[in-house]
């Protein structure tokens, strides 16, 4: 049976919502001045790893899955704006900037709390959902984006092109940056997410389900 929450409840979290998507703005379109935006960590110069999907990791796993929807869809759109300001033309495209996102926030809330359970422990769950949601993010905009590297790129024929855009993603130290980004959620997301659950209260006890809630965090 669907749970029925109070107006005030229902404006409480769409406030927080509208937070966590002023986040992911700030991250994905304010620039830090290295020709990127603050949502990315330059480590070395060859080296950027980018922290814009764990706000939306973290509040699709305390708000729920509609919510997580929400976040996505915010993080992709706000990627495909940063596209055009900062021309980064392979993700000029819907069906990379957006279509994953979309499909990475529906995944959140549904992943996290399967491995809760399957832990028995919020922290460590939350921490092995983040990671793998991670790097399932980083497949789905990977496969997306070798459609727009062949077609800006390469000679519009897949076959011709995946050896040039593999040595492309090495080049550049993609598979390095996406083990740095799946460590950064897995560990800052959860520690977040687990200090952040006990002010998040609701009229229901919290935003986790009470099956949830009543597990060991420690």
């Known amino acids: 049976m669907k749970k029925i929450i109070s107006k005030r409840e229902q404006t409480r979290q769409m406030t927080i919502l509208a937070m966590f998507i002023a986040i992911i703005a700030v991250l994905g379109l304010v620039p830090n001045g290295l020709g990127g935006t603050l949502g990315f960590i330059k480590i070395t110069p060859t080296l950027e790893a980018t922290i814009i999907h764990i706000p ?25 704006i940063a596209a055009f300001i900062y021309s980064s033309p392979m993700f000029f495209y819907p069906w990379v900037a957006i ?12 992943v996290t709390h399967f491995f809760i359970k399957v832990t ?6 939350t921490g092995i959902s983040f990671f793998i949601l991670t790097l399932i993010h980083t497949l789905m905009v990977l496969v997306m984006m070798f459609t727009s590297y062949s077609m800006l790129f390469g000679t519009g024929y897949w076959m ?6 593999i040595a492309f993603l090495i080049l550049y130290n993609v598979p390095l940056a996406s083990l740095v980004e799946m460590l950064l959620a897995a560990v800052v997301g ?5 200090r952040l659950i006990n002010y998040l209260k609701t009229d229901n006890n919290s935003y ?5 809630t009543n597990e060991d965090s420690d």
């Open 56 to 80: 939306v990791l973290i509040g699709a796993a305390l708000l729920g899955k509609k919510f997580g929807i929400y976040l996505g869809i915010a993080f992709g759109v706000i990627s495909n």
């Open 190 to 194: 959860s520690i977040i997410v687990v």
């Open 208 to 212: 986790y389900s009470k099956e949830v």
């Open 160 to 165: 011709d092109d995946l050896k040039s855009y």
């Open 120 to 125: 028995k422990n919020r922290l460590i769950g």
């Open 99 to 110: 279509l994953p996102r979309f499909i990475f926030g529906l995944l959140i809330f549904d």
